[in-house]
């Protein structure tokens, strides 16, 4: 059954048609004027991109890169030995390389941009990766190179999926600037530019869709924007309405290989500090603090008696700037450089775009206690793991059930099982009871509790202890640091 229709001509009771007419009228207007002041003027977006595309163009170029793939060897035709022919088979087979095929070569089409007067251009390593030839082709105005141009490679970085380039031109580069994308904003206006689908210089625009994405790298700081990137574009430059380059095209999400308005350009924060390393020493040189970290989460910090769930874990301390400087596994850095310090990506970003050599104070939490570490940095490029050194024990086989687990002192037989080395301390876990908060966070049979409350556990008493100092202590949940095939990280279990 239908409702009855709303009757358009009712009206309010008592009211005069003139009066409504006017209170209607008012109360439109008034909203009319609320609207307009709550939403920005439409004004402010750009009634076109042309004068910015005629101003970058000339210096955004294609990439056009080429490879010598081998081919698979054919089988050697069929001669008899001694026949007339055998000679001219040789002959043509050693003129066309092994096999008697000439190798193929591979192309493959990007894109980059010029930051320089003197030819330094900026693009994706995975544009000229492997690649033993790199031609340049110019915007076809007037003043640039007609033909294209030879390009070097300067330095590549694969973390970031940077490369810098050099050609040698006969006149000087139109070029473009980076600018600051830490200052771009959720909806701000982009415009993209490249090579895509090898179809030449095209322009695409669209607004910053979200930042600091990360894809899968240590140092991913991405701009996603819904400007069509599409296959080619990778290493072309994502400008802002100044015509500065706020990012670098790098990756597209796509079930089909085309645009659908999920792209990611590398933040020009991250590509201006590692295009100038390239450019000065020809790799990269991060800074190196020496530790392993992981994330304060809530039921963490309350172990421990942090008042929030911010700054980074320390997991584990190899030898390296942070044990010559004292950082001790189970600190929490608050602070480095002056800057403080949210979760871990932070902080392995800050450190890798810290200068090496540069010493730098570091502020951790220790034992309910704030303490100043003064820490000179290393290079992580030169950096090597070292397993830090635990101290031996022979503790007694007693099993027992705590906290959702069946725990054992490890064994040398146990050690043998589990492929520990014999140094190797702790409690192994023999069981998890499913559905218990172990199970749910992850703990499961074969890993070592090497710490509970952050002191050394080798007995099955020894943790009993730490549970009773939490209970005294009014603490609700309990600090294990947990390895597993040699990988430490922190696990906080609430106790009864």
């Not at 439109?28 to 402010?44: D, K, M, N, V, Y």
């Not at 915007?139 to 999926?161: I, N, Q, R, S």
């Not at 998890?432 to 509790?449: C, N, Q």
């Given at each position: 059954?239908?409702?009855?229709?709303?009757?358009?001509?009712?009206?309010?009771?008592?009211?005069?048609?003139?009066?409504?007419?006017?209170?209607?009228?008012?109360?439109?207007?008034?909203?009319?004027?609320?609207?307009?002041?709550?939403?920005?003027?439409?004004?402010?977006?750009?009634?076109?991109?042309?004068?910015?595309?005629?101003?970058?163009?000339?210096?955004?170029?294609?990439?056009?890169?080429?490879?010598?793939?081998?081919?698979?060897?054919?089988?050697?035709?069929?001669?008899?030995?001694?026949?007339?022919?055998?000679?001219?088979?040789?002959?043509?087979?050693?003129?066309?390389?092994?096999?008697?095929?000439?190798?193929?070569?591979?192309?493959?089409?990007?894109?980059?941009?010029?930051?320089?007067?003197?030819?330094?251009?900026?693009?994706?390593?995975?544009?000229?990766?492997?690649?033993?030839?790199?031609?340049?082709?110019?915007?076809?105005?007037p003043g640039l190179p007609g033909e294209p141009l030879k390009a070097?490679?300067?330095?590549?970085?694969?973390?970031?999926?940077?490369?810098?380039?050099k050609v040698e031109s006969p006149t000087p580069l139109p070029y473009?600037?980076?600018?600051?994308?830490?200052?771009?904003?959720?909806?701000?206006?982009?415009?993209?530019?490249?090579?895509?689908?090898?179809?030449?210089?095209?322009?695409?625009?669209?607004?910053?869709?979200?930042?600091?994405?990360?894809?899968?790298?240590?140092?991913?700081?991405?701009?996603?924007?819904?400007?069509?990137?599409?296959?080619?574009?990778?290493?072309?430059?994502?400008?802002?309405?100044?015509?500065?380059?706020?990012?670098?095209?790098?990756?597209?999400?796509?079930?089909?290989?085309?645009?659908?308005?999920?792209?990611?350009?590398?933040?020009?924060?991250?590509?201006?500090?590692?295009?100038?390393?390239?450019?000065?020493?020809?790799?990269?040189?991060?800074?190196?603090?020496?530790?392993?970290?992981?994330?304060?989460?809530?039921?963490?910090?309350?172990?421990?008696?942090?008042?929030?769930?911010?700054?980074?874990?320390?997991?584990?301390?190899?030898?390296?700037?942070?044990?010559?400087?004292?950082?001790?596994?189970?600190?929490?850095?608050?602070?480095?450089?002056?800057?403080?310090?949210?979760?871990?990506?932070?902080?392995?970003?800050?450190?890798?775009?810290?200068?090496?050599?540069?010493?730098?104070?570091?502020?951790?939490?220790?034992?309910?206690?704030?303490?100043?570490?003064?820490?000179?940095?290393?290079?992580?490029?030169?950096?090597?793991?070292?397993?830090?050194?635990?101290?031996?024990?022979?503790?007694a086989p007693v099993e027992r059930d705590l906290l959702g687990m069946?725990?054992?002192?490890?064994?040398?037989?146990?050690?043998?099982?589990?492929?520990?080395?014999?140094?190797?301390?702790?409690?192994?876990?023999?069981?998890?009871?499913?559905?218990?908060?172990?199970?749910?966070?992850?703990?499961?049979?074969?890993?070592?509790?090497?710490?509970?409350?952050?002191?050394?556990?080798?007995?099955?008493?020894?943790?009993?202890?730490?549970?009773?100092?939490?209970?005294?202590?009014?603490?609700?949940?309990?600090?294990?640091?947990?390895?597993?095939?040699?990988?430490?990280?922190?696990?906080?279990?609430?106790?009864?």
């Amino acid at each position: 059954m239908k409702a009855p229709p709303i009757a358009l001509s009712a009206r309010l009771p008592d009211a005069p048609a003139s009066r409504l007419r006017a209170t209607l009228t008012a109360l439109f207007l008034g909203t009319a004027i609320a609207l307009a002041q709550a939403i920005p003027a439409h004004s402010s977006a750009p009634d076109s991109f042309a004068e910015l595309a005629e101003k970058v163009s000339p210096s955004v170029v294609n990439i056009t890169t080429s490879t010598a793939v081998a081919t698979a060897a054919e089988p050697n035709p069929i001669v008899p030995e001694g026949s007339p022919f055998e000679d001219f088979f040789r002959d043509f087979m050693d003129r066309n390389g092994p096999g008697g095929q000439a190798p193929r070569r591979s192309s493959a089409l990007g894109s980059g941009f010029v930051i320089s007067e003197d030819g330094y251009i900026v693009t994706n390593n995975h544009v000229i990766e492997g690649a033993d030839e790199i031609e340049i082709e110019f915007f076809p105005v007037p003043g640039l190179p007609g033909e294209p141009l030879k390009a070097t490679v300067v330095g590549t970085d694969p973390t970031t999926d940077i490369a810098l380039l050099k050609v040698e031109s006969p006149t000087p580069l139109p070029y473009v600037s980076f600018g600051d994308s830490d200052v771009m904003r959720v909806g701000d206006w982009v415009m993209a530019m490249g090579n895509p689908l090898g179809q030449g210089f095209s322009v695409s625009a669209g607004i910053v869709s979200a930042r600091n994405r990360t894809l899968q790298g240590s140092y991913d700081d991405f701009i996603q924007t819904d400007a069509a990137i599409n296959r080619g574009n990778s290493g072309g430059p994502l400008f802002n309405l100044n015509g500065e380059v706020v990012g670098v095209n790098t990756a597209i999400l796509s079930p089909n290989g085309g645009s659908i308005g999920i792209g990611f350009a590398m933040s020009s924060a991250v590509v201006e500090n590692v295009v100038a390393q390239l450019r000065e020493f020809g790799e990269t040189r991060r800074g190196w603090l020496g530790v392993r970290i992981q994330d304060v989460t809530p039921d963490v910090a309350e172990a421990i008696g942090l008042s929030s769930a911010a700054g980074a874990l320390v997991t584990d301390v190899p030898e390296g700037p942070a044990l010559d400087a004292g950082i001790q596994q189970g600190d929490v850095i608050l602070s480095f450089d002056g800057t403080d310090v949210q979760d871990t990506r932070g902080l392995v970003r800050k450190v890798g775009n810290t200068e090496v050599g540069k010493a730098v104070r570091v502020v951790v939490f220790r034992d309910g206690n704030r303490e100043t570490l003064l820490i000179t940095l290393g290079r992580r490029e030169d950096a090597e793991a070292v397993v830090p050194a635990a101290q031996p024990s022979d503790p007694a086989p007693v099993e027992r059930d705590l906290l959702g687990m069946t725990v054992v002192p490890l064994t040398d037989e146990i050690r043998q099982g589990l492929g520990l080395p014999a140094s190797a301390t702790g409690l192994v876990v023999r069981a998890v009871e499913d559905g218990s908060e172990a199970f749910t966070k992850g703990l499961r049979e074969g890993d070592v509790i090497a710490e509970a409350g952050q002191v050394p556990v080798a007995s099955v008493d020894d943790l009993e202890e730490q549970l009773d100092a939490v209970r005294e202590a009014g603490r609700k949940s309990l600090l294990l640091l947990v390895r597993r095939d040699g990988e430490p990280r922190f696990v906080a279990l609430a106790i009864e």
